[in-house]
């Protein structure tokens, strides 16, 4: 006679879920959690099981004043912080040594997200200037990788972001870019002006000694040595380097934890 298998109990279902999301350094799809509980345990579990869990833990840490929430994005789970402790946590971390992500390369990397798979005469097309140097940028953070060929005359190299794109920016998938509309309504909005101000203000300020400077190519000829470096309708070469998501207005925790407010912290 076979004997079932072991039914979990919630509670601790639910502080290992907790336990595994805050253990790892990268975002843990339901699926892995459940399989890594059921191979300890010898229960049979679910994505839906460990959905369930993390509804149960938000609503401990809203009922418990926590300063933390179980989110989604990067594909999986992670553990982060709500927007209201920010400041503090931002200032912890203020001598972070963080490598900004220029213009060009945030602009390199707008087209990709929006167009992929896009080729590299397409994104040199969108922006106006040639984009080898922020692609091989981009490649080296892994924000973007290669995704086959295009079956185009001479069958260019197709450009797509990759996870490590979704992570850093906090998106759970490519369906949570903003759509156009939503950036022109973010772009009205005065809190994000406001935002915009505080971020130019740290970025024209002084550099402290021995702070990381801006992103500057190697001299050869590559986009950002032209004239036109920033793109159509810029002024000329780029002056301003905008931060990334984990330089402002969140910083990630040591063991690649981070320390980032989602979209929903109620």
């Not at 879920?17 to 229960?43: H, K, M, N, W």
Request: without cysteine; aromatic residues 6%.
């Amino acid at each position: 006679m076979e004997t079932a298998p072991p039914r979990y109990a919630a509670d601790t279902f639910d502080q290992a879920v907790e336990a595994l999301v805050f253990a790892s350094d990268v975002p843990l799809r339901p699926e892995d959690v459940a399989r890594v509980y059921d191979e300890v345990t010898g229960a049979e579990t679910s994505g839906a099981d460990v959905e369930a869990a993390v509804e149960r833990l938000n609503a401990a840490y809203r009922e418990g004043g926590r300063a933390v929430r179980v989110r989604r994005w990067g594909g999986g789970l992670r553990l982060a912080t709500v927007s209201t402790v920010a400041p503090f946590v931002r200032a912890l971390f203020a001598d972070r040594d963080v490598r900004r992500l220029s213009r060009s390369l945030l602009e390199t990397l707008a087209v990709i997200a929006y167009k992929q798979p896009v080729t590299k005469p397409e994104v040199d097309h969108v922006r106006g200037v040639s984009s080898d140097y922020a692609l091989r940028q981009l490649l080296e953070r892994d924000l973007v990788e290669i995704a086959g060929r295009s079956d185009s005359v001479g069958r260019p190299l197709l450009y797509a972001t990759t996870n490590a794109f979704l992570d850093q920016f906090g998106l759970d998938g490519l369906g949570a870019l903003p759509t156009p509309r939503e950036v022109n309504e973010i772009l009205g909005d005065p809190a994000f002006n406001r935002e915009r101000a505080r971020l130019l203000a740290e970025l024209t300020a002084p550099p402290a000694s021995g702070a990381p400077g801006r992103d500057e190519p190697d001299a050869g000829g590559s986009e950002e040595n032209g004239p036109d470096a920033a793109g159509p309708g810029t002024g000329g070469a780029e002056t301003d380097d905008l931060p990334d998501a984990h330089s402002a207005p969140h910083h990630p925790a040591p063991g690649g934890r981070p320390a980032r407010g989602g979209p929903d912290d109620e």
